[in-house]
């Protein structure tokens, strides 16, 4: 199926998103990790489009999206994710997110519930107080130093060659294309997870969900058990050898899990 890419215009600027599927099919928006774009879900628009209008947005400031000068923060994403919901006149959306986007997509949810159908959570961290005490005592997750000699980019490859699988450069290459688009900003979407108050809002969730748990990620693995702790409608469902890209690592896998799930919403 055809992807068709465009942009809106919201209270940040011009945000890019992209499309597939009948314009009169329930949607569904995808919402991408951080330092991430929509071409984290490039093959799985296409898998969900065959039955729903699949929607991929960049998140303010990352990709293609202005962030209009505001303050990144898990709240002023899920804000601009239904500016662009209103934008494309969807009333309601069912509604997937990895890593970050999981994140937001909690958010999404709790602050718009009447927009939100269902969600998807994969690979999304529970992120209480102990999460952030944890993150504020551990190194930056992508940032290096440029160099004059550009071995700031084997730098930052080499930062999450050990998350990703064996043989596939092709996600690496993906995930620095977004990284150097970001530049200096390239920490922000982790800053923004590592501040937000979870367990402040994630009672306000009550939408059904699916926990999508990659086996392989030692990052967001733990939390699954966690937020289904927090989330007691949600079911868990584990993809075997899902690492860091699941999205973009296993497209297949990956679409007809969010399948299986958004066919059994009412």
Not at 219 to 232: N, V
Request: glycine share 8%; aromatic share 6%; with cysteine.
């Amino acid at each position: 199926m055809m992807i068709r890419r465009a942009f809106a215009d919201l209270s940040v600027g011009q945000v890019h998103y992209a499309i597939c599927g009948d314009a009169d099919a329930p949607a569904v928006l995808l919402m991408h990790q951080s330092p991430r774009s929509w071409a984290e879900y490039r093959e799985v628009l296409p898998l969900i489009g065959a039955r729903y209008r699949a929607i991929a947005m960049d998140t303010a400031g990352f990709g293609d999206s202005s962030d209009g000068g505001v303050p990144a923060s898990i709240e002023q994403w899920a804000r601009v994710a239904c500016e662009l919901l209103d934008a494309l006149g969807i009333q309601q959306a069912d509604v997937v997110g990895h890593h970050t986007g999981g994140v937001v997509a909690i958010e999404l949810a709790a602050a718009f519930p009447n927009r939100v159908r269902g969600l998807v959570l994969s690979s999304t961290p529970y992120t209480d107080e102990p999460f952030r005490i944890a993150r504020a005592q551990r190194p930056p997750i992508d940032e290096v130093t440029p160099s004059e000699d550009g071995s700031h980019l084997a730098a930052l490859w080499q930062k999450r060659q050990g998350f990703y699988p064996a043989g596939r450069p092709e996600l690496l290459e993906a995930f620095v294309l977004d990284a150097l688009k970001v530049g200096h900003r390239v920490e922000e979407g982790h800053r923004a997870v590592a501040s937000y108050r979870m367990e402040d809002r994630i009672g306000r969730v009550t939408q059904p969900a699916l926990l999508i748990r990659a086996t392989d990620d030692p990052f967001a693995a733990p939390h699954a058990a966690e937020l289904q702790h927090r989330l007691p409608q949600a079911r868990i469902v584990d993809i075997e050898g899902g690492m860091v890209p699941l999205p973009d690592q296993m497209p297949e896998a990956f679409a007809q899990t969010v399948l299986d799930f958004l066919s059994t919403l009412p």
